[in-house]
């Protein structure tokens, strides 16, 4: 299943990429329920994502960055979870910061997930979209205080 999500940003796409760090990452926990980030070391090829999450569930969740790259239009990485929790069975996060303009970017969450079965996979759809939906306002917030 795919999700796709936009978000216009202040920033120059180079500049807003940079600032996918471990403080972005922990501005965009989720507000329901705890998430404690293990592990990050960055977000280019090779680096290691490690969150366990306590509330709702117990769960260790792993990924990795696959592959990173940058142009004169577009700075991009890709997570693919290698230990993900039930019922997730496949994670692809394309994270895309497109230029719009020289102080514009557009940020683009392109995620494909399967569950262990198509009736968990469309159960997890509106959760995961709702989840990532809310990084929305908070990517605002954070490239518009000058990241």
Same mark, same amino acid.
Not at 130 to 137: C, E, G, I, P, Q
């Given at each position: 299943?795919?999700?796709?999500?936009?978000?216009? !940003?202040?920033?120059?796409?180079?500049?807003?990429?940079?600032?996918?760090?471990?403080?972005?990452?922990?501005?965009?926990? *989720?507000?329901?329920?705890?998430?404690?980030?293990?592990?990050?070391?960055?977000?280019?090829?090779?680096?290691?994502?490690?969150?366990?999450?306590?509330?709702?569930?117990?769960?260790?969740? !792993?990924?990795?960055?696959?592959?990173?790259?940058?142009?004169?239009?577009?700075?991009?990485? !890709?997570?693919?979870?290698?230990?993900? *929790?039930? *019922?997730?069975?496949?994670?692809?996060?394309?994270?895309?910061?497109?230029?719009?303009?020289?102080?514009?970017?557009?940020?683009?969450?392109?995620?494909?997930?399967?569950?262990?079965?198509?009736?968990?996979?469309?159960?997890?759809?509106?959760?995961?979209?709702?989840?990532?939906?809310?990084?929305?306002? !908070?990517?605002?917030?954070?490239?518009?205080?000058?990241?």
């Amino acid at each position: 299943m795919k999700i796709r999500l936009q978000t216009e !940003v202040d920033g120059h796409y180079q500049q807003v990429m940079e600032g996918f760090d471990l403080d972005l990452f922990e501005a965009l926990k *989720p507000k329901l329920g705890k998430m404690d980030v293990l592990e990050f070391t960055g977000s280019k090829k090779g680096d290691i994502v490690r969150l366990q999450f306590t509330l709702p569930i117990k769960a260790e969740w !792993v990924s990795h960055i696959v592959e990173d790259g940058i142009d004169d239009n577009q700075a991009y990485f !890709v997570d693919v979870g290698t230990k993900l *929790p039930f *019922p997730l069975s496949d994670w692809r996060h394309r994270h895309i910061v497109k230029k719009v303009s020289e102080n514009r970017s557009l940020i683009i969450d392109d995620i494909s997930f399967i569950a262990t079965n198509f009736l968990f996979t469309l159960l997890m759809y509106p959760a995961l979209y709702f989840a990532f939906a809310a990084r929305k306002k !908070v990517y605002r917030q954070y490239f518009s205080d000058g990241k």
